[in-house]
């Protein structure tokens, strides 16, 4: 009995997931992909060249998790969540993207019906989000209100997005108190996503955690 506990391999952390090889290479393909577009037509050798070598990352990220024996749960969302930054463009969408396909994800891996369905988390806000539909449709609309009217107020292609931001707030109009309300609406759900994205894929680590102590 004792000789059989001290045989039984050790159980990985959360954290040795996260920094699998592969997924060390997603992150970086995120972050590669997000400062190629924010630098897109201010030099566009070099957002060419990152997008590149992003899209060569690709294979070789598949590559290493065969390779190394780093095939996870959560690095097959995270591949499929990396390569659609330089599809749509902004990196917050990106977020919201990732952080929404990561809880779907989860969703199926915990046998629920729902996304929406968090009423066994331990945080507040996100609970709140989920529970309330009048709060989550304010967050909602709030974030399309924000990117319309931040782009219907940009004089040219050249302004830069705080600068508008800025203006528009300080200027004491009407449409300062849309623009405050909407930015209020917006960080709430950024903040959201960001609770949502670390919650899901630690159910996904934890599945594949477990999956490796089975026989």
């Not at 952390?13 to 972050?31: E, M, Q």
């Not at 190629?36 to 294979?59: E, M, P, Q, R, T």
């Not at 108190?177 to 919650?199: D, H, R, Y």
Request: proline content about 3%; glycine content about 6%.
């Amino acid at each position: 009995m004792a000789n059989n506990k001290m045989s039984r391999p050790r159980k990985p952390g959360k954290l040795s997931v996260y920094l699998y090889i592969p997924n060390i290479i997603g992150y970086t393909r995120v972050f590669m992909n997000c400062y190629a577009f924010a630098i897109c037509f201010s030099n566009k050798w070099l957002f060419c060249a990152l997008y590149f070598i992003s899209f060569v990352c690709d294979g070789v990220d598949g590559w290493c998790a065969r390779k190394f024996n780093q095939v996870s749960t959560f690095g097959a969302v995270l591949d499929m969540v990396t390569d659609r930054p330089g599809m749509v463009f902004l990196s917050l969408l990106a977020l919201d993207i990732a952080s929404h396909w990561l809880q779907m994800y989860s969703t199926f891996l915990l046998g629920k019906a729902s996304h929406k369905d968090v009423k066994d988390s331990t945080n507040w806000l996100f609970k709140a989000y989920y529970g309330n539909r009048m709060f989550m449709a304010y967050c909602c609309v709030a974030c399309e209100v924000l990117y319309i009217t931040l782009f219907l107020l940009a004089q040219n292609d050249s302004e830069k997005l705080m600068d508008v931001l800025k203006s528009s707030i300080t200027e004491g109009s009407p449409i300062s108190v849309l623009v405050g309300l909407s930015v209020f609406g917006w960080a709430i759900k950024q903040l959201v996503n960001v609770i949502q994205m670390k919650t899901a894929a630690d159910i996904c680590v934890l599945h594949d955690i477990n999956k490796k102590e089975r026989p």
